[in-house]
C-alpha cells in the first residue's frame, strides 16, 4: 500500500509567520494535489502538480514537486487567519485514484 | 459550481443498524468515491465507481458495499453498523482521466452506539 506522509501534523502559528507543510513517500506519483478542508466541510483543492520540480504559486501559497515525484512541499508566507484549516496532500496512482496524505492542521493566530 | 450533496450531517445508529448513506452529483462525473476520514489517518477510499453499475473496493471496503443505479448517484451501506464505523464519511466525483480534481460533498458524521 502505498503512503503518503505529512508533516508537521499540527502547527500554530502568529498571524505574519512563515510555514512549510512536507508530503513525503517512497512511491512515484503521475501528479499531486494539495487540498484544504475546513471545519464542516469537505476538501477543496488548490492545486495540481504534475511534472517533477514543478512549482506553482497561488496568491501567498507556493507548492513544490520533488524532482523525482515522490514528495512535495506547500509554503505559505506571513499566514492569515483565513489560512486556518486541515492541509491535505493527495498522490494520484497509475489508476488515477488519490492516495491522501494524514494532513497538517493549521492554526493562525491573530 | 459543481454540487456533491451528502443526504445528511450528522447521523446516530445504534450497533447492528443497516445504514445507508446517499450521495448525489450534479456534474454528469463518471467516476465516484467514498471515503472515511479518522484523525491522523487521512482519507482512505472505502469504495469507488467508474460508471454506472459498476463498483470496485477500495482499500477498506470490509462492512461495506455500494450501489451506483444510476450515474449521479453513489450509494453506501453499511449492512450492519459497529462502533469501529464511527466516522466521517466523504463522497467524491470527478470526470475521468488523470489529473481530474475531485469535488467532495460536506460529510456526513456518523456516530455508532
Known amino acids: 500500500t502505498q503512503l503518503l506522509e505529512q508533516s508537521p501534523q499540527f502547527l500554530s502559528i502568529q498571524e505574519g509567520e512563515n510555514l512549510t507543510v512536507y508530503c513525503n513517500s517512497s512511491s512515484v506519483f503521475s501528479s499531486l494535489q494539495w487540498y484544504r478542508q475546513e471545519p464542516g466541510e469537505g476538501p477543496v483543492l488548490l492545486v495540481t502538480v504534475v511534472t517533477g520540480g514543478e512549482v506553482k504559486k497561488l496568491k501567498r501559497l507556493t507548492f513544490q514537486f520533488g524532482d523525482a515525484r515522490k514528495d512535495s512541499s506547500l509554503h505559505i508566507t506571513a499566514a492569515q487567519p483565513g489560512d486556518t484549516g486541515l492541509y491535505l496532500c493527495?498522490?494520484?496512482?497509475?489508476?488515477?485514484?488519490?492516495?491522501f496524505g494524514t494532513g497538517t492542521r493549521l492554526q493562525v493566530f491573530p | 459550481d459543481v454540487k456533491v450533496t451528502q443526504s445528511s450531517r450528522y447521523l446516530v445508529k445504534r450497533t447492528g443498524e443497516k445504514v445507508f448513506l446517499e450521495c448525489v452529483q450534479d456534474?454528469?462525473?463518471?467516476?465516484m468515491f467514498w471515503y472515511r476520514q479518522d484523525p491522523g489517518l487521512g482519507l482512505r477510499l472505502i469504495y469507488f465507481s467508474y460508471d454506472v453499475k459498476m463498483k470496485e473496493k477500495g482499500d477498506i471496503p470490509e462492512g461495506y458495499s455500494v450501489s451506483r443505479e444510476k450515474k449521479e448517484r453513489f450509494s453506501l451501506i453499511l449492512e450492519s453498523a459497529s462502533t469501529n464505523q464511527t466516522s466521517m464519511y466523504l463522497c467524491?466525483?470527478?470526470?475521468?482521466?488523470?489529473?481530474?480534481?475531485?469535488?467532495f460533498g460536506p460529510g456526513t458524521r456518523l456516530l455508532v452506539l
Open positions: 456534474m454528469d462525473h463518471e467516476n
Open positions: 467524491a466525483s470527478k470526470w475521468g482521466g488523470y489529473q481530474e480534481t475531485q469535488y
Open positions: 493527495a498522490g494520484e496512482d497509475n489508476t488515477d485514484k488519490l492516495i
